[in-house]
């Protein structure tokens, strides 16, 4: 009986050994998929370039849904100037510069609910900011393209802003200056296409990842407030594509 179970013992023993050796073989096999093969930007190379967005808005006597009689008007400026330099094939890391002013003046909102209707008057809103981040670039050409490819941006951010809000006016004026300060980090996925052999077109979307902001304002030079918040956004929104030029030296 004892013979028999010491048989049995080392079989086992033989068994697992058996399979963890073929697991330890399948484990170091790996696919070439040949992804990086394909030179899409040389290592050496200087990339320089931007993105401009600006909206407007003016509405007079409007009313849509719940909203009516608004008056108001405001628009919203950004520019963004960034450099960078290919330490790699295909990967760059680079600074970039970000300027954005926000402006409303809101003359009279009415929001309908019903029995009840509540009244904005005289709100106004200006903000200046300014962000500067560090970002490491990665590029994947689609196939074996050198025309088309495929971007992904991680970016560490800082901005620092001033902004002032103010509702009523002459006896009822109340005004509030505030400082905004923010700090992201994420990335921006996007695509290239090269419509020169030194310039290219470059959408992306908005920056996911995490946002922390920090809000100081005092008002009637008196009063003082603050607000934190934090935030994680890891979805893509269709309506936060950035549309760039890039060009490549």
Known sequence: MGKKLVTILLLLVVIVGSAEAQRGKRAIKRIDREVQETVFIPKGTWMMGGSVSYSEHDEGNLNFLI????????YNFSVSPYVGYFFRNNIAAGFRFTYNRDYLDLGNMDINLGDITISF????????????????????????SKIFGLFNEARI?????????????????????????????????????????????????????????????????????????????????????????????
């Open 67 to 74: 909203m009516k009689d608004v008056e108001g008007k405001g």
């Open 121 to 144: 008057d005289d709100l106004y809103y200006l903000e200046h900011k300014y962000e500067a981040s560090g970002f490491l670039r990665t590029y994947i050409p689609i196939g074996r």
């Open 157 to 249: 951010t800082y901005g620092y802003g001033k902004g002032k809000n103010s509702t009523g006016s002459g006896t009822t004026y109340d005004g509030t200056f505030q400082t905004v300060q923010n700090l992201q980090i994420g990335f921006a996925p996007g695509l290239t296409a090269f419509i020169t052999d030194w310039s290219a077109v470059e959408v992306s979307v908005g920056v996911m990842g995490f946002d922390f902001k920090w809000i100081d304002q005092q008002s009637n030079q008196v009063e003082e407030g603050s607000m934190r918040t934090s935030s994680g956004n890891f979805k893509i929104n269709l309506f936060s594509i950035n549309i760039g030029m890039t060009f490549y030296i």
